[in-house]
């Protein structure tokens, strides 16, 4: 998950790998910031598991970067058990465009059939009392396996920076349900027999990657079109051509004269870019109806 800089209300729960956490007189998480200054927080035992939970208040995660976490657990004027450290990462905000509760509030508009935990589930216990189908750290890593992807499918169409954020995250939503469905054990059955004469086979992509495949095929097809020149000075050799049945909203970008059906058969009347009579002259000559 993104955790960012000066969040409260974040849940950590830190495993001690001890079993009489009950009796410990001093719970406590070690902190050591990304500038290198150490703190310690307060921690209670989580129910009666050999973890440990803290809940972030302001100041805690004060700094940008990445920080290290171990667990501390002592009895009476004994030397301190320390658990394993970990670290974790905390972002500036507004700096990371996808969130992942978010794009979960986003993927259950596509995708309603797949009931994905929430946040505050997950805040309130990661991987039990819930009947999700998708729990929120796999929604986390799916997020971060669409996030690397998604850029090289735009670069193969040439399309690199055509996305508006909001398209990008439905990109991500449809890149997720994919590697959710692709996980599904039906989907290595690539047809099956319903008995009576009834079959189906399924196609070399999922429906979400069918989806996405349409979405950027519309994308880069609005690109195409938009990027249309305009104007062009260095090709000399080409004419706009005036085209007598749509002139002036369109022109011909052509060496050859637009065809009259009505009059003498060519259409003798050529312009330059920009309206000129002649090409070296860039004097632009009004059109007059």
């Known amino acids: 998950m993104t955790i960012y800089q000066n969040a409260i209300d974040i849940v950590f729960r830190l495993d001690t790998g001890l079993s ?10 070690l902190v050591k910031k990304p500038s290198g200054s150490e703190v310690e927080w307060t921690a ?20 940008v970067g990445q920080y290290i976490l171990q667990s501390s657990v002592g009895w009476g004027q004994s030397d301190p058990h320390l658990g394993d450290a970990v670290t974790i990462t905390v972002d500036s905000e507004y700096t990371v465009d996808i969130n992942v509760a978010e794009l979960i509030d986003l993927f259950s ?19 039990s009392g ?12 799916y997020t971060e396996m669409a996030s690397d992807e998604l850029p090289a499918l735009l670069n193969a169409r040439s399309i690199p920076n055509a996305l ?17 469905e692709m996980g599904n054990t039906d989907w290595n059955f690539k047809s099956e027999n319903m008995g009576s004469g009834v079959s189906f086979s399924r196609g070399d992509k999922t429906g979400p990657r069918e989806a996405l495949d349409n979405l950027l095929a519309e994308i880069q097809k609005a690109i195409r079109f938009s990027r249309r020149p305009s104007v062009s000075y260095t090709e000399k050799n080409l004419v706009w051509t005036k085209d007598n049945r749509n002139y002036p909203r369109r022109f011909k970008k052509t060496q050859m004269p637009a065809f009259e059906f009505s009059e003498d058969g060519f259409d003798s009347e050529q312009v330059y870019d920009l309206g000129q009579l002649d090409e070296n002259d860039y004097t632009v000559t009004p059109y007059t109806p």
């Open 20 to 29: 009489n956490l009950d009796t410990a007189t001093s719970i406590k998480i």
């Open 44 to 63: 209670t035992q989580y129910s009666t598991t050999p973890k440990i939970s803290y809940t972030t208040v302001a100041g805690d995660l004060d700094e």
């Open 109 to 127: 508009v596509y995708y309603r059939y797949i009931s994905v935990q929430t946040f505050d589930e997950y805040n309130a216990n990661p991987e």
């Open 130 to 141: 819930t009947d999700a189908e998708i729990l929120y750290d796999e929604f986390d890593t």
């Open 164 to 180: 508006t954020p909001t398209e990008k995250k439905v990109c991500l939503c449809h890149l997720v349900a994919d590697y959710f």
